[in-house]
């Protein structure tokens, strides 16, 4: 069975920084690329970063360019997502994906609040 598991959400004040995590098991996780989606209230899933599954290729939707770093650690099965100079619209619950832009499992999500 496909776990995946996110954790290291919370609040955070404007300009400050997080590092959420996910926790993969019931796959090969070395084996694939990995995603990480969000969704803001009232709004649909926004796709945010994808990493190839040997690590060396990342991507990222325009509005987190330079303030987010997705990575991966194939040895421990873990999924990262470093989060800085956060904003307001950063708000969303972010969910741990595999696969790319056609997720194939989803996580439970995390809660990111960005408010003063």
């Known amino acids: 069975e496909v776990q995946l598991v996110e954790s290291g959400g919370g609040l955070v004040q404007p300009g400050g920084s997080l590092r959420l995590s996910c926790a993969a098991s019931?796959?090969?996780?070395?084996?694939?690329?990995m995603s990480w989606v969000r969704q803001a209230p009232g709004k649909g899933p926004e796709w945010v970063s994808t990493?190839?599954?040997?690590?060396?290729?990342?991507y990222y939707v325009d509005s987190v360019k330079g303030r987010f770093t997705i990575s991966r650690d194939n040895a421990k099965n873990t999924l990262y997502l470093q989060m800085n100079s956060l904003k307001p619209e950063d708000t969303a619950v972010y969910y741990c994906?595999?696969?790319?832009?056609?997720?194939?499992?989803w996580g439970q999500g995390t809660q990111v609040t960005v408010s003063s």
């Open positions: 990493i190839n599954s040997g690590g060396g290729s990342t």
């Open positions: 019931g796959f090969t996780f070395g084996g694939y690329d």
């Open positions: 994906t595999r696969g790319g832009l056609k997720p194939l499992d």
